[in-house]
T-cell receptor, first 111, second 115 residues
């Protein structure tokens, strides 16, 4: 059974600081997705990582994938309050028919 | 049109009621999904339809009955639900072809309360 573990589960940080969220998974997969969810809202796609070594950047967020280590990271640079949300990683399995989600990281950025 | 729509946004139903959730997409996607999400938890997959055929049922109780009338529409019929079924129900779709074949696009969700 595939397990996807995110850490930390909760992160409180000051504006302007940097931090990294980690996503480990237990089985072979070349594709990983990062989503953002605001309270009471749906999931917004942030990054699609399709191969080993993939790196994607959008604004203050950068995601990477190491399929050999079964690890993806979401790095936050110079955090701002607007980044406060819950972030989920999701691993593609079952020939693409399923996404298995990590437990989510609830990020709070304080002014 | 690059979005997934869901109706209703909110639904309150009794345990003896029958109701349906509706999901629609006009992106030409050929896979559609139902998820259930409880507060502060990740989405849990319920059903997957691929080319209008049910391909995955994650051991969901029979009080939830999915239906895919055509490639753009996905319904979830609800009957005799329990209070613990109260949750946010999310629909998603994915293209099934191309480089981003399995990237899932999520609708806004239906907030269901069972009384």
């Amino acid at each position: 059974e595939l397990k996807v573990e995110q850490n930390p589960l909760f992160l409180s940080m000051q504006e302007g600081k940097n931090y990294t969220i980690y996503c480990n998974y237990s089985t072979t997969s070349d594709r990983l997705y990062w989503y953002r969810q605001d309270p009471g809202k749906s999931l917004e796609s942030l990054f699609v990582l399709l191969s080993n070594g993939a790196v994607k950047q959008e604004g203050r967020l950068m995601a990477s994938l190491d399929t050999k280590a079964r690890l993806s990271t979401l790095h936050i640079t110079a955090a701002v309050h607007d980044l406060s949300a819950t972030y989920f990683c999701a691993v593609e399995t079952n020939a693409g028919n399923m996404l298995t989600f990590g437990g989510g990281t609830r990020l709070m950025v304080k002014p | 049109d690059t979005e997934v729509t869901q109706t209703p946004k909110h639904l309150v139903m009794g345990m003896t009621n029958k109701k349906s959730l509706k999901c629609e997409q006009h992106m030409g996607h050929r896979a559609m999904y139902w998820y259930k999400q409880k507060a502060k938890k990740p989405p849990e997959l319920m059903f997957v339809y691929s080319y209008e055929k049910l391909s995955i049922n994650e051991s969901v109780p029979s009080r939830f009955s999915p239906e895919c009338p055509n490639s753009s529409l996905l319904n979830l019929h609800l009957h005799a639900l329990q209070p613990e079924d109260s949750a946010l129900y999310l629909c998603a779709s994915s293209p099934k072809t191309g480089q981003f074949a399995y990237e899932q696009y999520f609708g806004p969700g239906t907030r269901l309360t069972v009384t």
